[in-house]
């Protein structure tokens, strides 16, 4: 039996062992750092070349409308990224579609951000409800699976739904919230699977009982068709523009009445008391750390900042413990069998069928094609 690793932070952002793939220089930068350094100027674009890549890319937009009502499809959570997509979107004279994903979790707050900031901005919103049974029991399929990628299920049937509603509605563009200036960190054994339909399916029906007729989801075979035979394009836009999330929350306080939520993702429920109490207490994982660090490397926090940050309580413990009520109840969980959950010995999703080599491919062509200036940042 080998001992534990030894605990090491990294002397440039505050990313540690909790990590378990991290790795270290002899400078002790650890290999997230480093990452963030090579590719920044394939994912952002930056001063008048900036400017002048968003106004072709607006202008391209507008003329690849054709006969769609509208120009392009956003997602919207109520979260600031996608809400601030939203707001620039109109700014830039673009007619989008807002989709929703309603995934049963949505806080009050997220649905009175989402309403505000449409009504003001003017765009129609499509709004897609899971049907609960099978999304329920995905939920729980991965709870039992005992990864810590619980989040999985939602963020890939976000990603399927809006290519589905482009292709449905002969749309052209997605324009999505992802921005890697301040959000690049990717910790695998984190929060695998996102693009990963194969890994989905096999933690579902080793741990399922409900069949998945309706929940949104694709394949490398369906990335194909929507990128390569219905042309659409996935846009980041944020990538295109000076992003600084506190300047860009105090526009959306401002000018949309928009509320923050307290913690990155939190407009939901599930995902506050995932990242809060689930992903700290089974797997001494705190997401924070990977938030702070993108910061970091954006020039928009000091690790000192975000050492004083990460003392704080991920969240309070009073709306955890309600929080926690609510999941058990809404899952139709025993206590006693959460409790066993949450005591179960963690795995990763190594212990599952998944995709992970052609997922890498995949990541690796469109990083070459960003540098080769054939796709989108």
Not at 207 to 230: A, E, M, N, T
Request: aromatic content about 12%.
């Amino acid at each position: 039996m080998t001992d534990k690793r030894p605990y090491q932070i990294c002397s440039r952002c505050i990313m540690d062992t909790s990590d378990p793939d991290i790795q270290f220089n002899q400078e002790g930068v650890c290999n997230h750092c480093t990452r963030y350094t090579d590719l920044i100027d394939t994912r952002v674009f930056r001063g008048n070349l900036a400017t002048q890549k968003l106004k072709k890319l607006i202008s391209r937009i507008k003329r690849d409308k054709h006969n769609a009502e509208y120009d392009c499809i956003i997602g919207v959570s109520g979260g600031v990224d996608s809400t601030y997509v939203a707001y620039l979107t109109k700014k830039l004279g673009l007619n989008p579609l807002a989709v929703h994903f309603d995934n049963g979790w949505n806080s009050e707050l997220a649905v009175s951000n989402i309403e505000k900031t449409l009504d003001k901005l003017n765009i129609d919103l499509y709004t897609y409800v899971i049907d609960w049974e099978e999304f329920k029991n995905l939920q729980l399929s991965f709870l039992y699976a005992s990864t810590p990628d619980g989040e999985v299920p939602t963020d890939h049937a976000i990603n399927a739904l809006l290519f589905k509603e482009a292709a449905k509605r002969g749309i052209k563009y997605i324009i999505n919230g992802m921005n890697f200036a301040t959000e690049s960190l990717a910790v695998k054994k984190w929060a695998y699977g996102h693009s990963d339909w194969k890994y989905i399916n096999a933690v579902h029906k080793r741990f399922g009982i409900v069949k998945l007729k309706h929940y949104p989801h694709f394949s490398f075979l369906d990335l194909f068709y929507y990128i390569f035979i219905r042309r659409i394009k996935v846009i980041s836009i944020l990538n295109y523009i000076p992003y600084d999330k506190n300047e860009v929350m105090k526009i959306l306080q401002n000018e949309l009445g928009w509320l923050y939520y307290g913690g990155k993702h939190y407009e939901s429920v599930y995902t506050r008391f995932y990242q809060a109490y689930i992903l700290p207490r089974k797997f001494n994982i705190d997401k924070r750390r990977g938030h702070l660090s993108d910061l970091i490397h954006a020039g928009q926090l000091t690790r000192d900042e975000a050492l004083e940050l990460i003392k704080d309580p991920v969240a309070d413990m009073n709306m955890l413990e309600q929080d926690k009520d609510f999941v058990i109840k809404k899952l139709e969980l025993d206590p006693t069998k959460f409790e066993s959950i949450m005591r179960a010995p963690p795995t990763t999703y190594e212990s599952y069928n998944n995709s992970e080599k052609g997922v890498a491919r995949l990541k690796k062509f469109l990083n070459w094609m960003r540098k080769k200036g054939i796709y989108s940042k």
